[in-house]
């Protein structure tokens, strides 16, 4: 804050105060609150004002001059050549607040004196320096004040440019010999190896009886330094045990053996050079196996090495493989990814792999492996993911089995480039992970493999650019099931541009009593809500999630059945069984009991022929009729009318008799019967010798 704008502001705070208190019905609390409330605006804007700033000033005995009858005094410029009292001292008013952490050295090449202080101000202006020196009981000569063995008063003025205002430091006892400091040295060699670094440093003029040099490793805070090291115009020291092919930044500092340490030189950086590899790789590997071919193929992945076992720029690996039984068929590839597939047979293959660098090959990593055996250890699921618009962030999830994965390899290339391929491991605890060096406008295919000691699980893949995230979008949701109590819907993942960028999908169930919620991945297809209420509405919805909100991608409306069709046919089948047994059980009892207890009597009140044979009125003429059939065919079963042509009385009409015969039986009926139909008898067959006798 500029010093007008807090005049102006402290202005309108009074005005503001003024006009408050002449008013009549103000409360005395209120005004108590309003004079707090200035008091502490009025500190906070005194504290506001003080400024800081680091301040230097070097002098030599050229920069000073004499104060002519003021013998004592030597200054930097005339206008300081002011009155001093019996000792030596400045008769001037001091501010020594305004002056914090003032320190000199004294350097003998140039003859120079130096002070650093930290200057603290009301308001930030532009202000002059100088130096004033006095000596208390010998003459103040400018040649010679600045040598080795001097002992003077020194003080610090400072003079606003704007203000003109004047400000003087406390009075510093000066003593040469103790603030004297070695000139800077410098390095003008370096030699490195593997392990070691030789730094040859040289010191100008003045020569130094110890050194020292500090150094540290590239992305390390902390400095090393070395013991005080016996040195002379031109020295050198070996640094040894040190990491092959690592930056290290190195500096000396020098000493006369008296006052201070010389200020650290330039910083030098210098790589130390290559080694062999010091560490085996880490191997694993997975089957990948077809049913319908011998053939199979064998996913070797191994983890890089690290920096410090590398021991130098790794320039590929040299991966070997043969089969036990046959080791003539051994076969060598040598790659720069760190993931090889190969074909091999169903049986046991010896494989080892190895680093190289410009120096050599590192230890071979050994396994043997039987390629007709696969191994549980499964893919990763629930893979997603999603960007942040500067970079993309996979997520996914494993199941724990017996066997538990202890770390996981990410791996991703863009569609363009899928030579360059760039590795990330993480702990087995971790199911999230930022990628980076990820480009805008490139598509680019994520893996993420499971590991578990040599074993490794197959990959789960997905697609995805800075733009949208995945590559994948919902569609088709759609009913698939619904009973009483349970609904299943299914979806369908499709690879598409997404409109926006989805951080997740989730898939939310709505009811009058209830809701259910989880998250849907490209690896789940449909789900099956459980315990829900019979004769019930229900919505289900396919939200989204984004950075700005959530959004609804489908929804279906349904009802859940009063009932199933299993309970149905639970409850209508022994239903129907019980129905039936009873029917069997009541039409059997019923016929043995009328057989048994009820038999059936032939009323023949209830027959034609018994109510005209039990007619009394009918009588026989006594006349005996045969028919005789030797000569006449007659079928199997055959029927003979005979109607009698007598009257029993005028108004009765004559009652043709009709007799049937066949093979079984022989029946008598009367053609009139009430209803208007005969009635028929069955007879017997009469065999050709037989004939046909009534006797009235």
Known sequence: MSLAAEVVSGF????????????EKMSCRRSVCILICVFCFCSALGDAKHTFSIQELTVSPKDLKDCGEQNKLCVKL??????????GALQVPRTPENFLNTSCHYLIQEESLTCR???????????TNSFILSQAKDFCY????????????????????MSLKEQFSDVYLVSIQDIIQAPRPLITFVNVTDSSINVTWAIRKEPVTKCKIRYKCLNTESWTETADLPSSVESQFVIKGLQAFSEYHLRVSCSHGFGRWSDWSDETRVKTSESLPSAALSLSYYVNSDENSRIRQLVLLWKALDVRDARGLIRGYEVSYKPIRQPSLKKTINTTHIKVIVPVRSEEYEVSVCAFNSVGCSA?????????????????KSLWVYSDDFSLWVSWEHEFTALNVSEFAIEWSAMTDREHRRWERVPGSTFTVRLPGIEAKQTYIISVFPIYESLCGPPASISADLQHGALLDLVRFRLLY??????AVQWTWQEAEPSISVLQY????NGPLETQTLTVFPNKQQHLFLQLHPNTRYSIHVQGETTAGNFSKASLDISTLLLDYDEMLRFAVPVLLLLLVFGIFSILTRTMCREYFFPFIANPRYSLIGRWLLDPHLQGTGSIYTLKLDHVFLPEKSIIQLEH?????????VIPLKICASAEYTAVENTLTPSGLPEYVDSPSLPESSGYVQTG
């Not at 309108?12 to 008013?23: A, C, E, G, R």
């Not at 005339?78 to 000792?87: A, G, I, M, P, V």
């Not at 071979?364 to 990763?380: E, F, G, K, N, Y």
């Not at 989730?506 to 169930?509: D, S």
């Open 364 to 380: 071979h990593r050994r396994i043997t492996l039987d390629t007709s055996h696969t191994h549980d250890v499964p893919a990763v």
């Open 506 to 509: 989730r898939l939310v169930l």
């Open 12 to 23: 309108f705070l009074l005005k503001s105060l003024h006009l408050v208190l002449q008013d």
């Open 142 to 161: 400018p040649t010679t004040i600045l040598k080795i063995y001097s002992t003077f008063n020194l003080t610090i003025k400072t003079k606003n440019v």
């Open 482 to 487: 619904v009973s009483s109590s349970s609904v």
């Open 645 to 653: 042509r007598s009257s029993l009385s005028d108004h009765e009409d």
């Open 117 to 127: 202080w930290i200057q603290t101000n009301h308001i930030r202006s532009q202000t």
């Open 78 to 87: 005339d206008d300081d050549c002011l009155s001093t009292s019996s000792d």
